[in-house]
């Protein structure tokens, strides 16, 4: 077994062309806009345009990393997923195709909720550390979606964040020691035919505090750096003030010295793209450390903290050392672009595309090109999903 490090060398972030203000919903069901500003800490939430889906989103997340790093060493890319597009066949299949990926390469699709790109990670974290010389691609990429005039309506979302796993990372090198939790629990959960989630809102919070808890615990067992040697905390966010919520409460089963504004000070920086982007289930929390690494300088040297939570429920809790010069390798402007280059729609755009159902026939269904992205869906024929390249409709930075 090498002793090499191993860790993000590469990570980028990709979200839907179209953004709702929760502000929309808030008015229509008759209640303050600020239970969701404030209450539940989101702003807005992006809307996958007709021809954008977790393929597309994934795609457009990994494009940069292709084009920067080459494609000859990836011999294995992970698409993490729970908005699953078919019951066999892997997303990671289409996203290898429209990526240009070379023909010896597995192509596979992780699922536990939310937690599964920590899943893709460690996995791709194994298979670096037994062959340094690979690198591993790993996409996390989901579309949250709930029953309108639901509690979990204002907490939709989308979007994607691919990761390049390799020995020497750049950016962040992963520590061994994780935490682990696992309970069978109905909190949140999506039965083969429906398309929206189901979830019992206040049990599902009352869960994620109780796996991190769990988690934490089994961490420090394990020999996990101790609350005071970390200096950022990176949590699943399904709406921002889940995060302060859970780091509240590991405040306290830490027994940790630390102040409410410590904790705000901490956190604030991981919860900016999210609260514009919404809930993108397993995408979260790496949408949490882009954003973290976008908006605090000179992270060097500092120790960063994963709390991945996904419902029915696995939580993993685990901690990653930035490394000296990461700040050259990311991608700010670029991310900046993805969310301020979403179109705004109204009320009345969004209802229309809630409603729109998946044809369940095998005849040819084709979608408007809607999309600013590098990828589209093109629609649905013979059964088959369609995708293709497109021209770059938006001037985003690579
Ligand atoms: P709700 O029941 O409508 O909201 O839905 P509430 O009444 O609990 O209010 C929310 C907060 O807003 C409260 O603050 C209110 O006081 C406050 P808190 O008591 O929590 O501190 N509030 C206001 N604040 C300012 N001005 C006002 C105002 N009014 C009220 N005027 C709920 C909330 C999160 C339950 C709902 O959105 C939901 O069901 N969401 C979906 C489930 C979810 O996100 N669960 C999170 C944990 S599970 C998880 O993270 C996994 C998941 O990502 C899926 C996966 O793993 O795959 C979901």
């Known amino acids: 077994m090498s002793s090499t490090p191993v860790g993000i060398h590469d990570i980028s ?17 008759g209640i303050d806009p600020q239970k969701y500003y404030s209450g539940i800490g989101q702003v807005e939430m992006s809307v996958p345009a007709r021809d954008e889906d977790i393929v597309t989103l994934a795609a457009n997340a990994a494009l940069p990393i292709v084009e920067r790093h080459g494609r000859d060493r990836i011999r294995t890319v992970i698409v993490a997923t729970e908005t699953g597009i078919d019951q066999s066949k892997a997303a990671a299949v289409y996203v290898h195709r429209l990526l240009g990926l070379g023909e010896n390469c597995r192509a596979v699709e992780f699922k536990q909720a939310c937690y ?69 629990i109905m ?14 809102g206040k049990t599902s919070i009352r869960a ?53 504004a410590q904790v705000d000070a901490v956190l ?14 397993t995408a979260s929390m790496y949408i949490a450390l882009v954003s973290l690494l976008d908006n605090v300088a000179q992270l060097d040297g500092k120790r960063i903290a994963f709390l991945s939570y996904g419902s029915g429920c696995v939580a993993e809790i685990f901690t990653g050392v930035v490394q000296p010069g990461y ?31 998946q044809p369940t026939d095998a005849g040819a269904h084709p979608t408007p090109h809607e999309t ?17 390249a497109t021209p770059a409709r938006s001037d985003r930075a690579s």
């Open 13 to 29: 972030f990709a979200t839907t062309s179209l953004v709702l203000d929760l502000g929309v919903i808030a008015t229509r069901m």
């Open 187 to 200: 909190d949140f959960w999506r039965p083969n035919h429906r398309d929206t989630a189901l979830v019992d």
């Open 372 to 388: 600013t992205g590098h990828f589209r869906y093109a629609g649905l024929s013979g059964n088959k999903r369609l995708y293709e």
């Open 327 to 357: 700040a050259s390798h990311l991608r700010t402007a670029a991310h900046a672009a993805a969310l301020q280059g979403r179109t705004a729609i109204d009320d009345a755009d969004y209802l229309a595309r809630h409603a729109q159902t």
């Open 116 to 184: 599964s790109a920590t899943a893709a990670l460690q996995f791709a974290a194994a298979i670096v550390q037994r062959d340094p010389q690979q690198q591993v691609l790993v996409v996390a990429t989901d579309v949250a979606r709930y029953d309108l005039q639901s509690s979990g309506e204002p907490t939709q979302g989308a979007g994607a964040a691919a990761m390049l796993v390799a020995a020497d990372p750049a950016i962040i090198a992963l520590e061994p020691v994780t935490g682990l939790y696992t309970e069978d």
């Open 268 to 281: 604030e920086p991981s919860l900016i793209y999210n609260r514009q982007v919404g809930n993108s289930y």
């Open 208 to 260: 994620y505090l109780h796996a991190i808890e769990h988690a934490w615990q089994d961490a420090q067992r394990q020999g996990a750096p101790g609350f005071e040697q970390i200096d950022y905390f990176c949590y699943h966010q399904p709406f921002t003030v889940m995060a302060v919520k859970a780091h509240r409460h590991l405040v306290k089963i830490a027994a940790a010295q630390t102040s409410s």
